[in-house]
């Protein structure tokens, strides 16, 4: 479900209204609420969300959405002033913030247009698209006596784009020909859009099964979508643990590993990383960017204090069969952007009695790693999406086993 900040509350017609707020970000009901409708200019509406007043809207749906587009492109001007900053040489950690800040900004002023929802998620607007199946999907069923509600025109956009995404599919090459290769993503729960870090994963060499076994078990930390647990059971790994601790990503791998028939390979378990038990292998994608998220949707890219990468690691060596390997899937974008460096990543392997296997690596092919205009450009144009197999280095010998 998503983060709700108790209720929004309105002037209508001289009466007192209320709902309640819906807002996947967190972030509290705005305090001021206006209403509009057609015959507000964009650039009022510019002056007023910068002065931090929301617009409830009353008019047409479709003028709407293209009030929102025409405060996008106010909001993403950037002054002279800034232009010339932009222009000089920065770290990239700064470029980093400030890029991370701007985006903020971003979302809190395009986040102030907003829409009314009936208890049943239709809405009473003139020319309004049928919303009620992608909002059951991100929002859960709806209860009529639960009453109105009111989110942002942005946040329903986003929902109504992940309701295409659900329903189509994203092809995955690793998983064989289309249509029996595609995952369906849910709201909320990250899209295996960039195929370079699945193709890692399908190239990789499996670990051998020990002797009087047939095959290997395996474990998949942080599973999202179920695409790399699906993937593994494609490539015939007959017993697949999958973790998550998102139900809107326990649910989603549910669906995605029902439709390939691959849910007697794999189980899925509510868990903190690591399930009980040993495997032979142990695959982690954890988010690249030790960075704090801004919304729940961000929590896949940032890792705040690189907390499930360090989890991963310092608990990986005790659920590791012996001569059973890890595989930590992870972009060196991190270390481009100045916000961890390849010794800290190193280090942290020697200090839970790890040793690199092996490393394979694969360059990104998405947009916007050849996109000079992007903020992050100098750091993407370098970045490299590692496998890092690794396996626990070998027990100390006893004092007693060195003597002649």
């Not at 002056?47 to 929102?68: I, K, M, P, S």
């Amino acid at each position: 479900m998503p983060a709700t900040c108790c209720n929004i509350h309105w002037l209508e017609a001289d009466l007192a209204r209320c709902a309640r707020w819906r807002c996947e970000r967190g972030t509290p009901a705005p305090q001021r609420v206006l209403l509009a409708d057609d015959t507000l200019s964009a650039d009022a509406a510019f002056r007023l969300v910068c002065e931090g007043t929301a617009l409830l809207w009353r008019g047409d749906f479709q003028n709407a959405r293209q009030l929102l587009q025409a405060l996008a492109r106010r909001v993403d001007q950037v002054p002279k002033r800034k232009r010339k900053q932009a222009e000089q040489v920065v770290p990239m950690a700064q470029a980093f913030n400030q890029h991370r800040q701007t985006q903020s900004r971003r979302a809190r002023l395009l986040g102030m247009l907003l829409i009314e929802f009936n208890a049943d998620y239709s809405i009473a607007l003139r020319r309004a698209p049928d919303f009620r199946l992608a909002c059951t999907e991100a929002w859960g069923q709806a209860e009529p006596a639960g009453g109105n509600s009111v989110a942002s025109l942005r946040e329903l956009l986003g929902i109504g784009s992940a309701h295409q995404w659900r329903r189509t599919g994203i092809d995955i090459a690793a998983l064989g020909e289309p249509p029996n290769n595609r995952i369906h993503p849910h709201y909320g729960v990250f899209s295996p859009v960039r195929g370079e870090y699945i193709g890692l994963l399908a190239s990789a060499h499996l670990p051998k099964p020990a002797k009087g076994q047939d095959g290997i078990t395996a474990f998949d930390i942080g599973t999202g979508t179920g695409v790399l647990a699906a993937v593994l059971a494609r490539r015939g790994v007959a017993h697949i643990q999958a973790t998550d601790t998102d139900p809107r990503a326990l649910a989603c791998a549910r669906d995605n590993l029902a439709r390939l028939g691959l849910l007697h390979q794999v189980s899925l378990q509510d868990a903190d990383l690591f399930p009980d038990g040993q495997a032979a292998l142990i695959v982690c994608n954890p988010p690249w960017l030790p960075a704090r998220p801004g919304s729940p949707l961000e929590r896949a890219v940032y890792d705040d204090g690189s907390r499930m990468l360090k989890g991963f690691l310092q608990g990986l060596r005790a659920h590791l069969e012996p001569r059973g390997e890890g595989w930590l899937i992870l972009s060196n974008l991190a270390e481009h952007l100045g916000l961890r460096t390849r010794d800290e990543l190193l280090a942290l392997f020697e200090q839970n009695g790890l040793r690199v296997i092996s490393r394979i690596d694969a360059r990104p092919t998405h947009p916007k790693a050849s996109d000079p205009g992007d903020a992050l450009h100098q750091a993407r144009a370098k970045e490299v999406t590692s496998l890092w197999r690794l396996a626990a280095q070998p027990e100390p010998a006893h004092p007693e086993q060195c003597l002649p």
